[in-house]
T-cell receptor
Framework: DGGITQSPKYLFRKEGQNVTLSCEQN?????MYWYRQDPGQGLRLIYY???????QKGDIAEGYSVSREKKESFPLTVTSAQKNPTAFYLC?????????????????FGEGSRLTVL | DAKTTQPTSMDCAEGRAANLPCNHS???????VYWYRQIHSQGPQYIIH???NNETNEMASLIITEDRKSSTLILPHATLRDTAVYYC???????????????FGTGTQLKVEL
């Protein structure tokens, strides 16, 4: 079945270490997104990519980096520069981001990765 | 994207209709209303969206007021599995400047009880 797979589901890291979260989709979607969620809060956009080899900063990009070398994959690296990295990270995808009646604007989300910094 | 206002929490008895309100008084003519829900520790799930007409699918109904300044999501027969945070979001679909990125607020925590 088509969908979005995030891994790992749970991750622990020591302060000062970089960590990379994986996001893979087989929905043939052009656009992919990374969100962060803190307890009791809504989702905040970190980065998004509308097409391969292109990505834009979201609202809270500082301390994070991404790459989009393949359509199916959009990994997120949480660097040591991120001051409060402990959070729930969600990846999403959608069909081509610009125009067209087929674009309903619906986002498809993965199950999330919970990162804890010790 | 227009800002939305939702109650922080609501309770509903199992088997009854759950009516979740959302205010979006600054909505623009080309902005859609979207509803997502998030069950604890899972990714959000799309429920329904609409522009100005009422919409219904297998999960829920969406009622949008004539002036489009508010809407209500209706779960006709709530079950315990409908306990989740429900997000109301408004945005323009497919603008090239921002893709389909959505801005999620804190939503409404719906608790369905026996």
């Amino acid at each position: 079945d088509g969908g979005i797979t995030q891994s790992p589901k749970y991750l622990f890291r020591k302060e000062g270490q970089n960590v990379t979260l994986s996001c893979e989709q087989n929905l043939n979607h052009d656009a992919m997104y990374w969100y962060r969620q803190d307890p009791g809060q809504g989702l905040r956009l970190i980065y998004y990519s509308q097409i391969v080899n292109d990505f834009q900063k979201g609202d809270i990009a500082e301390g994070y980096s991404v790459s989009r070398e393949k359509k199916e994959s959009f990994p997120l690296t949480v660097t040591s520069a991120q001051k409060n990295p402990t959070a729930f990270y969600l990846c999403a995808s959608s069909i081509r981001a610009s125009g067209g009646p087929a674009n309903t604007g619906e986002l498809f989300f993965g199950e999330g990765s919970r990162l804890t910094v010790l | 994207d227009a800002k939305t206002t939702q109650p922080t929490s609501m309770d509903c008895a199992e088997g009854r209709a759950a009516n979740l309100p959302c205010n979006h008084s600054t909505i623009s003519g080309n902005e859609y209303v979207y509803w997502y829900r998030q069950i604890h520790s899972q990714g959000p799930q799309y429920i329904i969206h609409g522009l100005k007409n009422n919409e219904t699918n297998e999960m829920a109904s969406l009622i949008i007021t004539e002036d489009r300044k508010s809407s209500t999501l209706i779960l006709p027969h709530a079950t315990l599995r409908d306990t989740a945070v429900y997000y109301c979001i408004v945005r323009v679909v497919g603008i090239t400047g921002g893709g389909n990125k959505l801005t999620f607020g804190t939503g409404t925590q719906l608790k369905v009880e026996l």
